[in-house]
């Protein structure tokens, strides 16, 4: 009887267990993109009027950065531009004192995630390792993003040579080296930030 | 002599007939499933309704991605206990929407809304009729705990949140024999199951209604 019963809990634990699935891979590209923005409270976007673009992606890879300029990054900042003119603001070159400088960033970081088991908690404290089972587990992962940056040149802390970042937008997820997606990301990620807007 | 002979074939032929007479009658005693506590196994399909604010605030889509096994100690009496363990799988998918963070951010994500849960019980049933009836109601009281996965997706980011949660539940079932005094036959129930758990939108723990179809095999 026991070892009946025993049987059929081990093959039940299998076979529950073995019902996990990914509940996301059925998104698009489009669909897994995620969009977040944020900006500095106490700054006024009315008060600035030009803005001015850098000339190059800044390119971060784990603790390396550098700067690129692929067709690409190209597209990308040509949209920003675009979208900050609709918005109201004139784009004028770097050298003309603009009120605000937008940088964009292509960041690819790798992660080694320690994640703590569950049930150790409950069995490993008591028995040392449920049957050997780790009470943690390390994975890998490695995850690129866009980043655009606005940057207050107006109000700029010369003193302690600082300048404050009074918006920034991350886009996320799938299809982000697809340069027909480029536009609609950059629309995305100043769409949804409508108090950038001067009109 | 040869009516001698013919007597004793007479009598010899009665011996059997009076054996027969005198043997227990088996099948007028009650089956063994009466007579002897016996076991059960009973694999569940279920249909999950979520209700209350776990419904309101953060799935009130039907799961059909839920199943569990029993095994079961029937008594002589007109109680059972045992113990079931389960799988649940709750999803809900939301169209792309602007969400505003604590942090003041905003997130502009389709939202995938998932609760995994593996529910491990031990249950107490009353059930109404003999252990050979073809059908047998039953109430049923369960507790127990739950592993639970909260996973809630932005896009493919997730905050995932993992507890193990006290469960119980009440539930109103029935058992229909396929065949009288046979080891087989079908299980349907309905039950109210309750597990505390307080993170994001889930504040007042994961409630559901589930209504199951199963089949059993009982053994003594």
């Given at each position: 009887m026991l070892r009946k019963a025993s049987f059929l809990i081990i093959s039940a634990t299998i076979w529950l267990t073995s019902?996990?699935?990914?509940?996301?891979?059925?998104?698009?590209d489009l669909d897994s993109q995620v969009f977040i923005t944020n900006r500095d409270?106490?700054?006024?976007?009315?008060s600035f009027k030009t803005f001015s673009v850098s000339d190059s992606v800044t390119v971060v890879q784990d603790s390396r950065s550098g700067t690129a300029l692929t067709s690409l990054d190209k597209d990308l900042l040509s949209r920003i531009i675009t979208n900050m003119q609709n918005l109201g603001y004139t784009y004028v070159a770097?050298?003309?004192?603009?009120d605000v400088g937008l940088t964009a960033a292509r960041i690819t970081n790798t992660y080694l995630n320690v994640a703590s088991n569950p049930y150790s908690s409950y069995w490993g404290g008591y028995y040392g390792g449920f049957y050997g089972y780790p009470g943690y587990y390390t994975y890998e992962t490695s995850e690129s993003y866009w980043a655009i940056s606005m940057l207050?040149?107006?109000?700029?802390?010369s003193t302690a040579q600082r300048l404050n970042v009074i918006w920034d937008a991350q886009i996320r997820g799938?299809?982000?080296?697809n340069p027909d997606y480029i536009d609609q990301m950059v629309d995305s990620a100043f769409g949804q930030s409508t108090y950038l807007s001067l009109k | 002599m040869k009516k001698l002979l013919i007597a004793a074939f007479l009598f010899a032929g009665m011996i059997p007939v009076y054996a027969q007479e005198q043997a227990p009658k088996l099948y007028t005693l009650p089956s063994p499933y009466d007579r002897y506590t016996h076991y059960q196994v009973t694999a569940r399909y279920t249909a999950a309704i979520p209700v209350g604010s776990f419904s309101s605030n953060y799935i009130d889509k039907t799961s059909f991605e839920n199943y569990s096994i029993a095994l079961e100690w029937v008594f002589q009496n007109s109680f059972s206990v045992g113990g079931e363990l389960g799988y649940s799988f709750f999803k809900k998918r939301l169209p792309r929407a602007t969400y505003q963070q604590s942090d003041g951010s905003e997130i502009s994500a389709i939202q995938t809304r998932t609760l995994t849960q593996y529910p491990i019980q031990a249950f107490v049933n009353y059930n109404f009729?003999?252990?050979?009836?073809a059908v047998q109601p039953y109430v049923q009281l369960s507790a127990g705990a739950s592993i639970l996965d909260y996973t809630l997706y932005y896009g493919i980011l997730a905050d995932q949140q993992q507890k193990i949660r006290p469960t119980y539940g009440i539930g109103l079932g029935s058992k229909f024999l396929f065949?009288?005094?046979?080891n087989f036959g079908a299980d349907i129930r309905v039950k109210y199951q309750g597990t505390s758990f307080d993170y994001e939108y889930v504040d007042k723990g994961v409630s559901a209604i589930n209504g199951s179809v199963g089949l059993f095999y009982r053994w003594w």
């Open positions: 019902c996990s699935n990914d509940p996301v891979n059925d998104l698009s409270k106490s700054a006024n976007f009315k770097v050298n003309k004192n603009p207050d040149l107006k109000n700029a802390d799938g299809g982000l080296a | 009729a003999p252990k050979n009836a065949k009288k005094d046979g």
